[in-house]
Nanobody
Framework: QVQLVESGGGLVQAGGSLRLSCAAS????????MGWYRQAPGKQRELVAR???????NYADSVKGRFTISREYAENTVYLQMNSLKPEDTAVYYC?????????WGQGTQVTVSS
């Protein structure tokens, strides 16, 4: 099993910044990508950003130019720097690790952006 420990969520005013961190431990062999998804109340979980072993990065269109994902390969840690936050970014953010044997999810961290 993979254990994912997330940190960095909180309450911020619109225009502010937050940085999320997620550290993976346990059965972490075969990781293909690490990333972040989010789920707002009443909405489906959606991709925010993910980074593959190759260095390829995917961003949701809604966060391009504002969010930056990065990864510390040696530490099996992924970060999400979120700038210029908007109220519509309010959601529970989930760390995600994709491996050859399946996908693992963190417990989620709340991000709330006030207007």
């Amino acid at each position: 099993q993979v254990q994912l420990v997330e940190s960095g969520g909180g309450l911020v005013q619109a225009g502010g910044s937050l940085r999320l961190s997620c550290a993976a431990s346990g059965s972490i062999s075969g990781i293909n990508f690490m990333g972040w998804y989010r789920q707002a109340p009443g909405k489906q979980r959606e991709l925010v950003a993910r980074i593959f072993n190759s260095g390829t990065i995917n961003y949701a269109d809604s966060v391009k130019g504002r969010f930056t994902i990065s990864r510390e390969y040696a530490e099996n840690t992924v970060y999400l720097q979120m700038n210029s936050l908007k109220p519509e970014d309010t959601a529970v953010y989930y760390c995600c690790v994709g491996r050859t044997v399946g996908t693992s999810w963190g417990q989620g961290t709340q991000v709330t952006v006030s207007s």
